[in-house]
């Protein structure tokens, strides 16, 4: 399955924006879906995942309560995120996984290409 990370874009401090990841090859049905950011000069870390029914969730501690994930359709999970930061500035890359659900990056297989997300302060 191929997957493309969207979506990203400029935007204040405390704004908002809504990213989409799109399979091609295949459906995210079977899959569980991750989202990871990756600031500069920083590794890259988790922020979301969903399983692949959409029944278990996990977040990032620093997310929690402002970033939604969420598994559309067969073939593309959504993250809405919502009162932006600056620490939220960074490459935004969507991930698949045979697991059910992951919170590291070592288990998903396959990897998109990302969307820069930047909030102004």
């Known amino acids: 399955v191929q997957l493309q990370a969207s979506g990203g874009g400029l935007v204040q401090a405390g704004g908002s924006l809504r990213l989409s990841c799109t399979a091609s090859?295949?459906?995210?049905?079977?899959?569980?879906i991750g989202w990871f950011r990756q600031a500069p000069g920083l590794e890259r870390t988790f922020v979301a995942a969903?399983?692949?029914?959409?029944?278990?969730i996990r977040y990032a501690d620093a997310v929690k309560g402002r970033l939604t994930i969420s598994k559309d359709n067969v073939n593309t999970v959504d993250l809405q995120m919502t009162n932006l930061k600056p620490d939220d500035t960074g490459v935004y890359y969507c991930?698949?996984?045979?697991?059910?659900?992951?919170?590291?990056?070592?288990?998903?297989?396959?990897w998109g290409r990302g969307t820069q997300v930047t909030v102004s302060s």
């Open positions: 991930a698949a996984t045979r697991l059910v659900v992951a919170v590291t990056d070592r288990a998903y297989e396959f």
């Open positions: 090859g295949g459906t995210l049905g079977t899959y569980g």
């Open positions: 969903i399983s692949t029914r959409g029944d278990n």
